[in-house]
């Protein structure tokens, strides 16, 4: 039972879901982020609203979903909204499971619970987008920020920034000077991004940047699963002296579990996994394997916030740390939260994710290495209308 359930007792609440919906939008950047495996050239997000009859208005963004977005978008407003538009908000796990719930969903030509990852995925952000929009509505309805609803653990948390992608991969100075830029910004550290280089030549960024500027920068690197065992633990070896706080996604997609244990039994770098996972048994699984020391499943993916609480508290058990794979208008909630976390990550390179910087009219501050909690109820955003015109993908627009 969560506090807002609990709460309810003592503060009877009516609120009865009166409409969902989700908005795409679809925004090409301006230029390619190249990292290990894939490139960026969009930053793509949904947009959640939740109504109650008693005029509450919940409104959320997240997720990054590239070409299943449409998907997505139609399993949430076709299918799931309309298992739980007149239901009551609390308890919100009821909604959830409702979602969740493998009663037919007819899906193309096949249901959506059979075994099919793609479909599976597809669910899991539809159900994520709307329990957003749920806990915001959650929060607004009992004037509460989502952190607070959640176990209040910290007003702030420490925060990176991700960087250092294929363009500057080759040039030094270049990246002590984005890594300036990030400190300018009030970030902590930076996350880099490693393994599309030779590993000798990556290690000779890490050392770069720690030789540069010493124990006070957090230097975190993420290869996005690039590597085979074999690559990763030589990179982990090379890496020993640099202090990095951890070393994520360092295996290829179809070795995780025996892979990532084997280089956690070789290594004392922390070792991140969890944003390819899409469900929290997936989360339970990495950590009863002993795959991970941090879990950075992302709650846009994975089912949204209810979701995230239950790998949370399972990691807390288990002596794992939490992070959360980008989306920092969601994850500083999530983080503040518990007290198993470790740090908000953001882009401050506006180009890399203007959805971040333009969306919200309110961003949380950055101040001293942390992004602060604010006590505005829900999420605590409000949106720039605006941008949600020009970007959303559903529907025909006249150019001005
Ligand atoms: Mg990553």
Redesign the pocket.
């Known amino acids: 039972m969560y506090l807002g359930d609990i709460l309810a007792h003592f503060q009877p609440m009516t609120q009865k879901i009166k409409n969902i919906q989700v908005i795409p939008l679809v925004r090409r950047l301006n230029r390619a982020f190249q990292g290990s495996t894939y490139q960026i050239v969009s930053r793509n997000t949904l947009f959640v609203r939740v109504e109650t009859e008693e005029g509450i208005l919940g409104e959320a963004f997240g997720g990054d979903e590239d070409i299943y977005q449409a998907k997505v978008v139609a399993v949430a407003n076709e299918f799931l909204a309309p298992r739980i538009i007149g239901m009551e908000l609390l308890p919100i796990e009821e909604l959830w499971q409702a979602m969740i719930s493998t009663a037919p969903l007819p899906f193309h030509n096949r249901g959506i619970h059979t075994l099919d990852l793609i479909n599976h995925a597809v669910l899991m952000q539809a159900i994520a987008i709307i329990d957003l929009g749920l806990w915001d509505t959650l929060g607004k309805a009992l004037n509460k920020p989502v952190w607070r609803l959640l176990g209040g653990f910290r007003n702030k948390v420490p925060v990176i920034g991700i960087g250092g992608y294929h363009r500057s991969a080759g040039d030094l100075e270049g990246l002590v000077s984005e890594v300036e830029s990030f400190l300018a910004f009030g970030l902590s550290g930076i996350?880099l991004k490693v393994g599309s280089l030779q590993i000798t030549q990556d290690l000779k960024r890490v050392e770069t940047l720690r030789k540069h500027f010493g124990k006070r920068l957090l230097l975190c690197c993420?290869a996005?699963q690039a590597w085979t065992f074999d690559e990763a633990l030589q990179f982990a070896r090379g890496a020993k002296d640099y202090e990095l706080e951890w070393l994520?996604?360092p295996i290829r997609w179809n070795d995780q579990l025996v892979g990532l244990r084997r280089l956690r039994e070789e290594t004392d770098i922390p070792i991140?996994a969890g944003?390819g996972e899409i469900s929290s048994l997936g989360c339970r699984d990495l950590i009863l394997n002993r795959c991970v020391d941090i879990l950075?499943v992302d709650a846009t993916i994975a089912g949204g916030v209810t979701e995230w609480r239950r790998a949370a508290t399972f990691a807390q058990m288990m002596n794992v740390k939490m992070g959360h794979?980008e989306e920092p208008q969601v994850a500083l909630h999530l983080l503040a939260s518990v007290p198993n976390s470790t740090y908000v990550e953001v882009f401050p390179d506006p180009e890399r994710d203007p959805m971040w910087h333009e969306l919200p009219e309110n961003r949380p501050p950055i101040r001293d290495g942390y992004m602060e909690a604010s006590e505005k109820p829900g999420f605590g955003l409000a949106y720039n209308r605006e941008i949600i015109d020009i970007y959303r993908g559903d529907v025909a627009r006249s150019l001005p």
Do not use: G, M, P, S
């Open positions: 996350k993420d996005n994520e996604e991140v944003q950075n794979h």
